[in-house]
C-alpha cells in the first residue's frame, strides 16, 4: 500500500528560487529518505533523516520532518535549471525490516 | 569507488519471450541487492531483495524470478514475459543496513509487445 505521498505532483519554478516538496506518510517510520531521479535515468540518494531528527542540510538541501504530523519536506534553495527532475521521498515502517516504499514523485521543472 | 553496472539499457521483446536482466556491482562486498520496477509516471514497486547469495525474498506474487549466483551479481529474469510486465526496471544495492542509502543503476526500459 502507499506509504509516502509527495505534493505537488508537479512544481515549475525560475532559477534561483526556492523550490519545496512535500511528503506524507500514514505510519511510525525508522527513517525517511529522499532521492532523487533524473527523465529515463536511475535514482540518486539525496538525504536520509530519522526519526528521531527534526531537520537536516545537505548543501542546498534541507529536509525537515514532523514525526507527530506524519509528513516531511524538502527545500532545495537557489535552484538551478540541473535541479530539473523528479523527487521521491522512500519511508521503511517502524519497527520492522520492512521494505523501503517510494511515493509517485513530485516532478521538478527549473526555468532557466 | 563503488559502481553498478545494469544492461541492456532498452529492451524490447515479445510477449511470451522468456528475459534476462542482469546487473552487477563494483568496489563492494556483501552488499544488498534489488530489484525495482516503475510503471510510467509513478513510483517504484519493489520486486526482489537479496541480503546473500541465494538469499533471494520476493515481495510481489508475479511472472518475475530472481537469482544471485555470485556475490555482487542480481538477475532478473522471466520464462514468458507478458504485456504488463513492460516497465522500467531498476537495480540497486545498499551496504550495511537493509533498505538505507540505495545507489542505483541507469535502468533497463523494458517494451513487451
Known amino acids: 500500500s502507499q506509504q509516502g505521498e509527495e505534493d505537488p505532483q508537479a512544481l515549475s519554478i525560475q532559477e534561483g528560487e526556492n523550490a519545496t516538496m512535500n511528503c506524507s506518510y500514514k505510519?511510525?517510520?525508522?527513517?525517511l529518505q529522499w532521492y532523487r531521479q533524473n527523465s529515463g535515468r536511475g535514482l540518486v540518494h539525496l538525504i536520509l533523516i530519522r526519526s528521531n531528527e527534526r531537520e537536516k542540510h545537505s548543501g542546498r538541501l534541507r529536509v525537515t520532518l514532523d514525526t507527530s504530523k506524519k509528513s516531511s519536506s524538502l527545500l532545495i534553495t537557489a535552484s538551478r535549471a540541473a535541479d530539473t527532475a523528479s523527487y521521491f521521498c522512500?519511508?521503511?515502517?517502524?519497527?520492522?525490516?520492512?521494505?523501503?516504499?517510494f511515493g509517485k514523485g513530485t516532478k521538478l521543472s527549473v526555468k532557466p | 569507488s563503488q559502481t553498478i553496472h545494469q544492461w541492456p539499457a532498452t529492451l524490447v521483446q515479445p510477449v511470451g519471450s522468456p528475459l534476462s536482466l542482469e546487473c552487477t556491482v563494483e568496489?563492494?562486498?556483501?552488499?544488498?541487492l534489488y530489484w525495482y520496477r516503475q510503471a510510467a509516471g509513478r513510483g517504484l514497486q519493489l520486486l526482489f531483495y537479496s541480503v546473500g547469495i541465494g538469499q533471494i525474498s520476493s515481495e510481489v506474487p508475479q511472472n518475475l524470478s530472481a537469482s544471485r549466483p555470485q556475490d555482487r551479481q542480481f538477475i532478473l529474469s522471466s520464462k514468458k514475459l507478458l504485456l504488463s510486465d513492460s516497465g522500467f526496471y531498476l537495480c540497486a544495492w545498499s551496504q550495511g543496513v537493509l533498505n538505507e542509502k540505495l545507489f542505483f543503476g541507469s535502468g533497463t526500459q523494458l517494451s513487451v509487445l
Open positions: 522512500a519511508t521503511v515502517r517502524g519497527g520492522s525490516q520492512g521494505n523501503l516504499i
Open positions: 505510519t511510525s517510520i525508522n527513517n
Open positions: 568496489g563492494t562486498s556483501n552488499p544488498n
